[in-house]
């Protein structure tokens, strides 16, 4: 799926993310109580709504509006068999396969059945909207999927497609939104920085008439360093899995790694290595300037993992997160208050999320909302 998110299919669907970023906006102005609290909530149903816009398209009402976004958050709430699933699926993929285990069973058939209406709807209308559903119509008129490294070859079905954009959207939404937090838990605490980000936007916007466009947002350099020093200080990931998939020697320490053994890379501490980043508690998003930022080695910076198993979305994903803080923090500023004992981690299925922290948003050049 990754020709889906080449720069010029992005270009493309831009006009979808921002419209999905301006509707959040709304969102909080009509939402008041969602400027504070679990903001961490409020920031992923920002990208569920927006994945779903960027799935099946936007019409003339808002993305919030949309019937999928409830069915789209029930999917993210964690229940006891989920966690089971999980843990199963973690440590004995045998017995996962075994079992025929579903993680989500019950919102995967909803949403690939959506999917596939969606494209046969497309196939009919012959309109372009250049969002994911066109992307689909366009895979299976041009024939057979091949894999450049495997050479596997996939024929691009209705299910196929629909399985991938619910992956896409599996994927995606937390990762999303976690971005969004610790860029937001570290601007709030960092007056400076937040500034120069609100000065950066406000002359974008001033420079190009009140308009945004997939080009302006990659000029933004001060909102992407300070971007990747949040995701640096709070990985999503507490670690990366990976299963070795033949026997062989590692030739640091001549250590012998069976075929079938899970292999566990530490992100949180390669983000936090005083060797490789010095004072790596400290917010400086310099660090990744475009000129230390080739410096830094590919296999210690990895917020949405690496290789071949590198998250397909990422590109879309950093799009859409630079887009929602861009226009979020067009209209609002941010505190961000640490309690006792500093920031704390708890682990989910797929994440660890920072707690003990408060974030809470007011809007900018107006009285703080009590």
């Known amino acids: 799926m990754t020709p889906l998110f080449t720069s010029s299919k ?4 831009y006009y979808i993310i921002d419209r999905s970023a301006q509707d959040f906006v709304e969102y909080l102005n009509n939402h008041q109580e969602k400027l504070k609290g679990d903001m961490f909530n409020t920031l992923s149903t920002f990208s ?24 789209a958050q029930n999917s993210m709430t964690p229940t006891f068999s989920q966690n089971i699933k999980f843990v199963i699926s973690a440590f004995n993929g045998t017995l996962y396969k075994l079992l025929r285990i579903k993680l989500y069973k019950q919102h995967e058939e909803f949403f690939i059945g959506a999917v596939k209406q969606v494209i046969r709807q497309r196939e009919q209308e012959k309109i372009r909207r250049h969002d994911f559903a066109d992307l689909c119509v366009n895979i299976q008129n041009n024939g057979v999927l091949k894999d450049p490294d495997s050479g596997l070859e996939i024929y691009p079905t209705d299910e196929v497609l629909a399985a991938q954009a619910f992956f896409f959207f599996i994927a995606g939404v937390e990762p999303s939104a976690a971005a969004m937090q610790a860029t937001l838990i570290e601007l709030g605490r960092n007056p400076d920085a937040l500034k120069r980000v609100h000065d950066e936007i406000d002359s974008a916007f001033k420079k190009h008439n009140n308009t945004i466009t997939y080009d302006i947002i990659q000029e933004m350099e ?27 020697v590692l030739p640091v320490g001549n ?15 390669f983000h936090h290595d005083s060797n490789i980043f010095p004072d790596p508690q400290v917010f400086k998003p310099e660090r990744f300037s475009r000129e230390n930022r080739s410096t830094i080695a590919d296999n210690v910076f990895m917020p949405f993992g690496k290789g071949n198993r590198l998250c397909v979305g990422t ?12 226009h979020l923090l067009r209209n609002f500023t941010v505190t961000t208050e ?32 009590e």
């Open 222 to 248: 001060y909102l992407e360093m300070s971007l990747n020093e949040s995701m640096r200080i709070h990985p999503s990931v507490g670690y990366l899995t990976r299963e070795c998939v033949r026997d062989t």
């Open 10 to 13: 992005l270009k493309s669907m």
């Open 315 to 326: 590109r879309y994903a950093t799009l859409q997160v630079k887009a929602g803080l861009v």
């Open 48 to 71: 569920s709504a927006a994945i779903g816009a960027a799935v099946f398209g936007i019409g003339t009402e808002s993305i919030f509006n949309s019937p999928f976004l409830k069915m």
């Open 255 to 269: 250590i012998k790694v069976e075929k079938g053994t899970k292999i566990f890379t530490p992100l949180y501490e």
């Open 338 to 369: 640490i309690g006792e004992g500093g920031i704390k981690y708890k682990k989910h299925h797929t994440q660890v999320r920072p707690y003990n922290v408060r974030i809470e948003l007011f809007p900018r050049n107006k009285e703080r909302i």
